[in-house]
């Protein structure tokens, strides 16, 4: 259970990037786990790693596309336990039945991992001109803002400025010197020099980089 409980710690937390290489090399070990837990890191995985590659690729991070890949391992993993645990949990047809619903549902997280990597592959064509305006035609797009030491929201909880039901926009990184918070939750703060990643529209952006830069004084 030790090393379950460090791959949970990988959202929320600072932490330098993990070399995936090492993880990937590691010995699997199957270790017993509910299904509900297994499928729900690898639906926070799956949530996480699309952004984190488009980000990766628009910003040209090797530390955010290093993590892509990490959780990419860390993907195939999980498959794996849940591939195991349903062979030892079928006993009867009606077992097997039941169990085959939730290995779909694995198989499509990780279809998703394998599409994040595939993204970060791009990184090596170097398409910096095209992708910004591909992107700019979404609904949404990824944004970059260095938090000015005059906003209101150092030393914060993101939890407490309501960001993203005051903004729209939504966090899904956030830089501090040479760590990473990756899907920072609502208790985590935002602290002066933090470079955020986040996800939204243009004017959705604009409230939030004035707030952020200490133009205004409130979310609004």
């Not at 391992?73 to 039941?98: F, P, S, W």
């Not at 993203?164 to 918070?181: D, F, L, P, V, Y």
């Not at 990756?182 to 985590?188: I, V």
Request: charged share 30%; glycine share 4%; aromatic share 6%.
């Amino acid at each position: 259970m030790k090393k379950e409980k460090q791959a949970k710690s990988l959202l929320g937390r600072l932490q330098r990037t993990p070399q995936w290489k090492k993880e990937e090399f590691t010995e699997i070990e199957y270790e017993p786990t509910s299904v509900k837990e297994l499928l729900t890191e690898m639906k926070d995985i799956s949530e996480l790693i699309i952004d984190l590659a488009y980000s990766a690729l628009l910003f040209n991070s090797t530390e955010m596309a290093e993590e892509v890949k990490f959780l990419e391992v860390r993907m195939d993993k999980l498959n794996y336990d849940i591939r195991i645990m349903a062979m030892m949990a079928a006993r009867t047809k009606e077992d097997a039945e039941q169990l085959a619903g939730i290995l779909q549902i694995a198989q499509a997280a990780e279809k998703i991992s394998n599409t994040a990597g595939d993204i970060i592959v791009l990184m090596k064509l170097k398409p910096k001109g095209v992708l910004p305006r591909i992107l700019k035609n979404a609904d949404e797009q990824l944004f970059r803002i260095q938090v000015s030491d005059q906003s209101r929201a150092c030393s914060q909880e993101i939890g407490s400025l309501k960001i993203e039901s005051e903004t729209g926009m939504r966090i899904i990184a956030i830089r501090r010197k040479n760590c990473w918070i990756y899907s920072p939750q609502s208790h985590n703060t935002i602290q002066a020099n933090d470079i955020l990643i986040a996800r939204g529209n243009d004017e959705e952006f604009i409230t939030l980089r004035d707030f952020l830069l200490g133009k205004q004084e409130e979310l609004e």
